[in-house]
Every structure is written in C-alpha cells, then in structure tokens.
C-alpha cells in the first residue's frame, strides 16, 4: 500500500505562536500547538499529494476591496492579520494555478465575523479573510460565482453582512440556534438584501446536535442548493467549534463529522474559523479535514475516549432539524417569488441596524441604503457612527455595477457634507479603486 | 596525525594530516562489491612506513549504508508498531515481519491506551521461530512518552540479539519517519558490525589501535562505540564530508555554496558563515524518508562521467547515467569529460579518441564538433546553476510558524561558490561566467572530502520537552525524566538541556573543552484552562554546530601557503 492523496491538496499553516488576543483568551497562542504536533507526527507533510506553502501577505488594497476601516487599514489590523488573510490568499492562489486541486488554510487569527465596516474586533475577528481572499481572486482570476459554506458554529455574520446584496456569492451558514449562542443571529429568514435574495442562506440548528443532523441538513439542504446555484468555487469557512468537547459552544459533532462532512461538500478551498477545544478536539479534527480534502482514508481517525452513543442526539433535535430543513428548502425554490414581493416596486431600500464588537467594546449604528437595481448588486452606502464618535459615509459600487449605480455611487461620495462625517469612503469595484476623503 | 577517509562512487579519497598540514593523500579505485577491501587498501596505502603511534584518530566516510539502503539490501527483521488512532500504520509497512499492535499515546504524553503484554509476547514467539534476531518498536507520540516503546522493548529483550526504540532517534515529531529510521538502523546493524569489527580487527593486526570515528550525514562524527545504536546516521555522509571540506575555505559572515562535482554526481551544500545548513527534519534518500539529522544537500545526476547522448529531437541530452569511462579513457559513450578534453581545458591525454565521440553528436546536432563541446559543457554549467538556485528558493521558501520568523526570517543570498572534485577546475571559469557568483577553488579540492572527514567535530543533539502543568521535563531519546515546579522556566530549559547535551557529546566522542553548542529551537506557550494558566509548554533544541576539530581550524592557512 502507497500512501498518497487522490486530490492534490495544498496546506498553509501558520499557528502564529507570538500572537494572542490577551493571553487566557480562547484566540491565543497555544492554539494551534497540539495540531501542529498531530500533523507533524502524522507525517502528512510527506505525503505525496499533500503540499504546504508559505504565506504570502496581504496588501493594503486587498483589504480596501472588502473593508471600510476607520480609521485606517493600518489601525485595525496587526501583522497576524495580513498574515492570517494571506495565507487564505495563498491558498486560494494555488489553488486557481492549479498547483493544487484543492487547499487548507490552517492560520490564525479568523475572520468570519468582521463586517463591511470595520470599528474594531468582534467575536474574535478584525477582517473577514474569507471575503478579502474571494475579491482577490475575483479580480485576478475573473472568476465570478463563489460560493461560502460556513460550518463554524457560530453564526458567521460578517460573511453574511459583506455578501448581503450580492448575487453571485452564495453564502450558506450552519450553526448553533442564534438564541442559543453568540452572536444572536443566523436565522432562516434573513436572506440576503432585495438584489441578492436567497443567496443567503441561513441554517441554524438546535444545541446537542450530533453528526447525523450535520451530515442531514448538508446532504439534503446544503448540497441541492449548491447543485442549483452552480458556483465556480465552492469555500468552506471550517470553523470546529461544533465539536462536543468545545468549551464555548453546545454541539456534539465529532472529527469522523467533520470528515465526512468534508468529503461531501468538496470545498475547493477551506478556512480555518474558530475552534477552541485545542486539545481534544482541534489536532483530530484538522487530521480528519485535511485527510477527506486530499481524498485519503480517514476512517482510524478518532478522539480518545469518543463515544458515538453518548453524543445521539434526540428525535426531538431531528424532528427540529428536519423541519429547519423543509422551510429553507422552501424559500429556496420560492426565491424569485419573494424577491419580487420585497423589490415591490421600490427605488431603495433602508436597513438600520446597531452592531456590538464584542471584543473591543464598540457600539456601532449603522444606517445602509442601497440601490434597488434590475442591473446589478446595485450602489451601497452606509451611514455609521461608532460610540467612539467616529462618523463616516462609506459607499460601494459593486464589481459589475451598471452605469446608472456607479454614477449614483459617485454623486453619493462627492455630494456627501463634509460637516457631518470625519470620513467618506468610497470602494469603486469597477476600477478597483479607493478614496477617502476626511472632514 | 589524523587519517581521513572518503568512499566515493569512483574513488576513494585518504589524507593524513599533521599539525603542519597535509603529510600524504593517496587515491584508490572504489571496489563497490568490495568496500572493504576497498577501504583497508586505502588505510595501507596511508600508513605505510608511518609510525601508527603518531596516528591519533581515523575517521571514516563510507558508502556502505547507503548503498544497502538505496539498493534495497536490507536484511529481514522485525517491527512492532503502535500507533493509536490515525493513519493506518499498514501504509507505513517497511518489511514482511511488520506488526501493527494496541496501545496508544496523545499529543501530550498521556497514555489513552495501553499496551498488550500477550499480544506482544506472541509477536516474539513467531518472530523467534522465524530466526529474526534483531527487532525494532516504533510508538506515535514516543518522543513525549516512551514507556510503550519501552515496556515492548523490555517484554522482547530476552528473545533477541538487538532491540532498537524509535525515540532514541530524534527529538523529531513524525511518526512514519520514525518507522522507516528505526527499520534501516535494525536492518542495516548486522552488515554495519561485521564491516567495521573487520576494519578494526585488520588495523589491529597491523598495531594499529587508534579510535575509528565515523562520519555521519550533519557533517559531525559519532564514535564507532555510540554508531552501534545508530548505524543508520553514518548515511550518505560523502556529501557532509565534501561540506567540511569546504568549510575552512568560506567566506566569513556571508553564505556560500559548496558543489562538489564528481564522476557521476555534483552534490550542493550551503553554508551560512561556515556552517553548514541542516536539514530541519531528516534526510530523505531514494524512496526513503528518515529522521537521520542531515546537512541540507541536493544531488544531481551530473558528473565528468555522465553521459551524452541525443533524444528524439536531436537535443543533447547530459546524464542522468554513466555508462562506462569517458572515452579518453577508454569508454564507448561521450562524456562531459570528453567534452572538456575536446575543448583543450583537460590536457595532458590524447584528444583523438574524445575528438570523435563529440563528432559522432555533432553530425546530428548539425553544429561543429567544437560548438558541441561548448555546447555540452554550458549545458552542464547551466543544469548545476538552475538546481542551485532551485534549491535556494526552496529553503527561503520554508514555512515558518510565528510572526516574528515571517516578518525577520532569515534568508538565504549565497555570493560565492566553493568547488570541490576532481573535475572542479575546468567549470570554475565557466560557471563564473554563466552567473552572478564568484567562484572559488578549494586548495586541495580532489582530496577535499577526505580532509573534511579527518577535521570534523563530534556532532549531536538533543530536544527536551516540558510541560509544567503535568509537572515533568524530558528527553526521551536521552532516556530523562524528571518532575518539574511549576515555574520551571526557558532558562531552566536551556540549562537542563545543554548539561545532558555535553554528556551525550563527551559519549559520542567528542572533547568536553571544544564543544561550540548551541540553541537550534524554543518555544515557551502558556497553557490555559477555562481562564486561567495552568502551566507551561517548553520546547527546546540544543546541538553541537558542525564544525572543524580544535587546532585543525586554521588548516585554511597551512593548505594555502
Ligand atoms: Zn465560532
Ligand atoms: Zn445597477
């Protein structure tokens, strides 16, 4: 018997050992030591098939292509964050090179909850490493549908919030019940904004849910929406804190789970998110992932002292999960029916939301309106104020914006009253341009 | 007086060397069927009408285990492997008699399961009757807790000759690597023994009863005593001597590229200031994968043997065989060598028979017999110079782990090249040419290799591990243990582990007042539990730095003046 991976897989892993958020916090630098140990003695490294490269950064710009950051790129992000985002870069690159079928990105510190504006950190996130790798590649490979299946337990609300009013990004999100955990959303009617309906998706499941209401809702929820949506790219955001044993979280899915799971959605690319039973859980779960990506039996990989048996989970989580299931199915293959009844013949469309970045202790409010266009993703602003007293304007033009959005875009950012905001951001997608102005 | 001593594919290399520099060199044809006649032929040669009491080491630089390695000679023993849940260990096979058995440890050293007496017991019967005589145990995770390798090495012991544990190999995580090292040593104990117990009893019977080191694949040397447990570090170590060689030579505080062009090989080496660079995990040879500590080095298959000949195109093609000498010599086929006669850069030998070699290509090539030449020798320069510079690439392009590695790494921009082998002084002009380096023509440079061996310094390592919530330090493959307080520190770390270095360096053979040794490796993360820390996750790596033996550093001087 030959050892060697089926689909070529690329790794990068960079467990940022001098880097913590403080040092008892759950993103610290222990992190990624005990799955490190396990990859290492496990020997994938050599094994043919399986490669690892060494992250690049990311630059300035590939963040101001996803981010507005007040006040700064600079200010919001650390040298771990370039890192942690570059790697994702990185891999994403192999990847499209076709120097790898398919890649790993095992870094730190996770992105899926940094929204479009950035204040500060929340749920452990600065900048969503997700999205500034999916509009890299989208500018330097041409690629246009993508879709992020996010199986983080954790709602993974800054990818929901960045590819709200986008069409061509499918994001799909399976967690723990937002009443039940951080950060209190995820559910099924949030479905993306009135030019981009149903291209989110939202899968929330109740606590105590094991492998087999996982591997359901993935087999007969996630994978006949991806089937229909037919992305180019398929991304998965693999956070494992969805393990029985993780301290922050109340799932009981196990390494075999994440496995399988693995090998049922073939994600092109993978993004480590969160995670933080570091010991337990993370060195088998990062073995069992990486085994399903490169097409290599996985079936010897197990936790010590894992009992399937006492993690069943109840009919009642079934019954619920399949119920879940059977509604979000519905409004999938009603999504042009109820998008017509929220277009309703509008011009724009105005959400307001207040944002808390629990991590630095921010409060945002945010006032968006956006373009209803037949076009395109249509033109963005947003209307944010931090209770740091930070004011700013920041307008979108999204990558295939028409004419009429992307003047309208320009208008918005010129006409904006310098007495009322510190700053004005503009992102023009089309020319992959960026300003600011400052009051 | 030192006697160095370097196998080569073609020749075999002897110096002795005095205080005042080189006394004798001598050059004997390599009999690969033969090394150790080979090598007695060498010693002979050296010695004669020497006095042997002025002879005060022997270090010896052999093929012997990488041949039996690469040509996969590796007699019939037994392995016993225990790998907990993972990978399933049968894709890590490496013979017929390889049993997988119960038992399992964690990332951390705890026991998960345990192991089976009965079942182990039963392995050693059947292995018994099968008349296997020498065994090795292999456990994941052994280097953070031997006690299984340990305990399966204690219930064996009593039915077999040699028993070899995968933790006394490397400090290294990786579990397959640790199965194939620990087989080779097993394997190739047997025929390493009879070979040097041979040499031994032969230089005896002549009087002479000096210490025989041997040369390993870092560039350091481990008493012919300690190689009995590793007999598998003494691989490929002609590419470490050619290194050492070199080593007197470099530059100061600048990096620096050793090739050593050969009969049929070049092999590259680099070197940082002097010393040479290791390979961060094992060196991988053939198909095989080790934990052998190892200079990082890269072989090509070119050499003043190789071959010429035309693919379907017409193209020339150098290598990767040799087939027979070059023809000035007497072969059939077209060599660089003959390449270079026909150019006039080798002279002293009749051009005619190396002239129509290069002829017959060139009636196809369509271009002269002189463009050929030139051709076939730029060609040669060209394919050394793109695996330089893919090997440079390589190693700056190694991952790294932490911000600061990423941010400050340091990398690697070689200016120079040091050439050593026979053929050296024909390319140094040309590859000068062809590059951006400066060239440089080690003295001595056919002999180099067998200088590097005779001057090279005892090398070793060790890795300690410590984990103060679970309250213990260790080395395993220094077989140490013990409880730690809780503020168990780095400093504590480095200071343990450089005492047990000096004590493995001192049993290995080297002079406990020239050890250059250093930290290679440490790392120092709080554990957490809940929100509070619990202890301390210590990891630190100490060597021996390759290097030159005490008095013999200034040879640089004595071989130029
Ligand atoms: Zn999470
Ligand atoms: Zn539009």
């Known amino acids: ?439 | 007086m030192i006697i160095g001593l370097d196998v080569g594919g073609t020749h075999t290399d002897v110096v002795l060397l005095g205080k005042n520099g080189i006394e004798r060199a001598v050059k004997v044809p390599t009999d690969e069927s033969d090394l150790f006649n080979t090598v007695l032929t060498g010693i002979e040669k050296i010695t004669a009408n020497i006095d042997s009491s002025t002879i005060k080491r022997l270090v010896l630089s052999t093929t012997l285990i990488t041949n039996t390695v690469v040509q996969n000679k590796l007699p019939e023993v037994g392995m016993i492997v225990s790998s907990g849940p993972g990978i399933d260990p049968e894709y890590y096979r490496t013979n017929r008699f390889y049993y997988s058995v119960s038992g399992s440890i964690d990332h951390r050293g705890r026991e998960i399961e345990p192991i089976d007496r009965n079942e182990i017991e039963k392995i050693a019967w059947d292995l018994k009757k099968e008349g296997i005589r020498y065994v090795g145990v292999v456990g994941k995770f052994s280097v953070r807790n031997p006690s299984h390798e340990q305990n399966i090495a204690r219930i064996l012991g009593n039915f077999f000759d040699k028993i070899f544990t995968g933790h006394r190999i490397s400090g290294n995580l990786n579990f397959p690597r640790r199965i194939a090292t620990t087989h080779i040593n097993a394997a190739v104990y047997p025929i390493h023994k009879s070979f040097f117990d041979a040499v031994k009893k032969s230089l005896e019977k002549k009087g002479l009863n000096v210490p025989i080191d041997i040369l390993k694949a870092d560039g350091g040397t481990m008493s012919l005593d300690s190689s009995s447990d590793f007999p598998g570090h003494a691989i490929f170590s002609g590419p470490a001597a050619s290194a050492m060689g070199a080593m007197p030579f470099a530059p100061d505080n600048e990096d620096c590229i050793v090739l050593d062009i050969g009969g049929t090989t070049t092999d590259i080496a680099l070197l940082i200031n002097h010393v040479p660079v290791l390979n961060p995990v094992g060196i991988s040879l053939g198909g095989f994968k080790t934990l052998i500590r190892s200079l990082e080095t890269h072989s090509i298959a070119v050499g003043g043997d190789s071959a010429i000949t035309l693919d379907n195109h017409n193209k020339l093609k150098i290598g990767p065989q040799r087939m027979g000498p070059a023809m000035v010599y007497g072969g059939s086929v077209p060599t660089i060598t003959d390449a270079l006669v026909v150019l006039g850069k080798v002279k002293d030998c009749s051009r005619d028979k190396s002239y129509s070699g290069i002829e017959s290509l060139a009636l196809k090539t369509g271009d002269s017999t002189m463009e050929t030449a030139s051709n076939i020798f730029d060609q040669a320069c060209n394919m050394i110079l793109s695996e330089i510079r893919d090997m440079i690439f390589r190693i700056n392009s190694k991952p790294v782990y932490t911000i600061h590695e990423f941010m400050e790494g340091y990398k690697l921009s070689p200016k120079k090249i040091l050439l050593i082998g026979g053929p050296a002084p024909y390319f140094a002009r040309r590859i000068e040419d062809l590059s951006e380096f400066r060239i440089g023509v080690v003295p001595r440079w056919n002999v180099a290799n067998a200088i590097g061996a005779a001057i090279a310094r005892t090398t070793c390592e060790v890795t300690l591990f410590a984990d103060t919530e679970q309250g213990f330090t260790v080395s395993v493959e220094e077989g140490f243990k013990e409880k730690v307080a809780t503020d168990f520190s780095m400093i504590d770390a480095v200071k343990m582990a450089s005492a047990l270095l000096m004590e493995k360096a001192v049993k290995r053979g080297a002079d406990a007042s020239d050890l250059e040794m250093e930290v290679i490796e440490s790392l120092q993360l709080n554990m957490v539990k809940g929100f509070c820390t619990t202890g301390r996750n210590i990891r630190v790596r100490v060597q021996v730095k390759p290097g030159l033996i005490y008095g013999y550093d200034s040879i640089a001087d004595m071989l130029t003046e």
């Open chain 1, 1 to 439: 018997m030959k050892l060697s991976a089926k689909n070529k897989t690329g790794l990068v892993f960079f467990p940022a050992f001098d880097w913590a958020i403080s040092p008892t916090h759950p993103e610290r630098e222990e992190r990624l030591l005990y799955t490190q140990d396990q990859v290492f003695e496990e020997g994938l490294l050599d094994i043919e098939g399986i490669e690892e490269f060494r992250p690049e950064l990311v630059t300035v710009e590939d963040v101001q292509r996803v981010h507005f950051c007040v006040p700064d790129v600079h200010k919001v992000m650390t040298e771990s964050h370039f890192i942690s985002a570059g790697c994702a870069k990185t891999i994403g690159k192999a990847v499209l090179d076709k120097k790898v079928a398919r890649g790993f990105s095992l870094a730190r510190p996770p992105g899926h909850h940094a929204m479009r504006v950035v204040h500060g950190a929340r749920g452990f996130c600065n900048v969503n490493i997700e999205a500034i790798m999916i509009e890299y590649l989208r500018r330097e490979y041409n690629i246009r549908k993508v879709a992020v299946v996010d199986t983080d337990c954790h709602h993974g609300d800054g990818t929901q919030d960045i590819y709200w009013h986008d069409p061509d990004t499918l994001f799909i999100s399976v967690h723990q019940d937002g009443r039940t955990l951080y950060p209190g959303s995820g559910f099924p009617y949030e479905l993306g904004g009135p030019n981009a309906v149903a291209t989110t998706i939202n899968i929330p499941l109740p606590p105590f849910t094991s492998d087999e209401g996982f591997l359901f809702t993935i087999k007969n929820v996630v994978m006949p929406i991806l089937d229909d949506f037919k992305p180019e790219i398929i991304i998965n955001s693999a956070g494992q804190d969805n393990h029985f044993s993780d301290p922050i979280t109340q799932m009981n899915f196990s390494a075999q789970g994440y496995a399988a799971l693995t090998s049922i959605l073939k994600p092109d690319i993978a993004v480590l998110e969160g995670g933080y039973s570091i010991e337990g859980a993370l060195p088998y779960v990062n073995l069992g992932i990486i085994l399903a990506m490169a097409g290599i039996d996985y079936s010897r990989v197990k936790e010590p002292c894992y009992d399937p048996d006492k993690y069943r989970q109840t009919p009642d989580i079934t019954m619920n999960i399949e119920k879940t299931g059977e509604t979000i199915l519905s409004y999938w293959q009603n999504r042009d029916k109820i998008s017509e009844r929220i277009r309703d013949k509008k011009d724009f469309d105005e959400r307001k939301r207040s944002i808390y970045y629990d991590t630095d202790n921010i409060r945002e409010q945010q006032k968006e309106t956006v373009k209803i266009c037949p076009d395109c993703a249509g033109a963005l602003k947003i209307d944010s104020t931090s209770d740091r007293g930070t004011h700013l304007l920041a307008v979108h033009i999204p990558l295939r914006a028409c004419e009429k959005c992307r003047d309208l875009g320009y208008i918005w950012y010129h006409s904006a009253e310098q007495n009322i905001y510190d700053m004005v951001f503009l992102q023009d997608r089309t020319e992959d341009k960026y300003l600011k102005q400052t009051g």
